[in-house]
């Protein structure tokens, strides 16, 4: 991801590692969005549900690896587009080992307690990257203003 251009406007947020924060996530993403993008309700929450997704699989390997740093979540904005980057440190993960899970709609779905998270942010998201080492995991999502919008 390059730097954001003199133009956007950018704010940052570090979180625990607690599902008690989601919460405070999605809200921060929603008022950042807010102060410039032009994105229609359903894309703010449509956002702000892959932003909660991110977080839960952060706070899950934070758990996982036992560590207590805090996640961190920055947003840059314009009137033309949301992009949010959660960082981690929980041990990462290679997401091309990920094993394919039957479509949502698929009766042998519900063999699996988990695994949509990633699914549902590109699903939800316009674009969707996912960088993952041995020191943790860096997500970008990235929503665009449709056309018209206010």
Do not use: K
Not at 18 to 32: E, N, T
Not at 64 to 76: E, F, L, P, T
Not at 105 to 128: H, K, N, Q, V, Y
Not at 136 to 145: E, R, S
């Amino acid at each position: 991801m390059s730097g954001p251009s003199p133009l956007r406007r950018v704010v940052e947020l570090e979180i625990p590692p607690r599902h008690d924060y989601l919460a405070v996530a999605r809200r921060f993403v929603a008022a950042a969005a807010n102060i410039e993008a032009r994105l229609e309700a359903e894309q703010l929450s449509n956002l702000q549900v892959a932003v909660s997704e991110a977080c839960t699989n952060a706070i899950n390997a934070h758990a996982a690896a036992g560590v207590s740093d805090a996640i961190a979540i920055r947003c840059a904005v314009d009137a033309a587009r949301v992009e949010v980057v959660i960082s981690d440190h929980g041990g990462g993960f290679d997401p091309a080992a990920l094993v394919p899970l039957p479509e949502p709609a698929d009766p042998r779905r519900l063999d699996f307690e988990s695994g949509l998270g990633i699914r549902l942010m590109r699903t939800l998201t316009d674009r969707l990257e996912i960088n993952s080492s041995s020191w943790g995991t860096v997500v970008h999502v990235v929503m665009l203003a449709r056309a018209g919008a206010c």
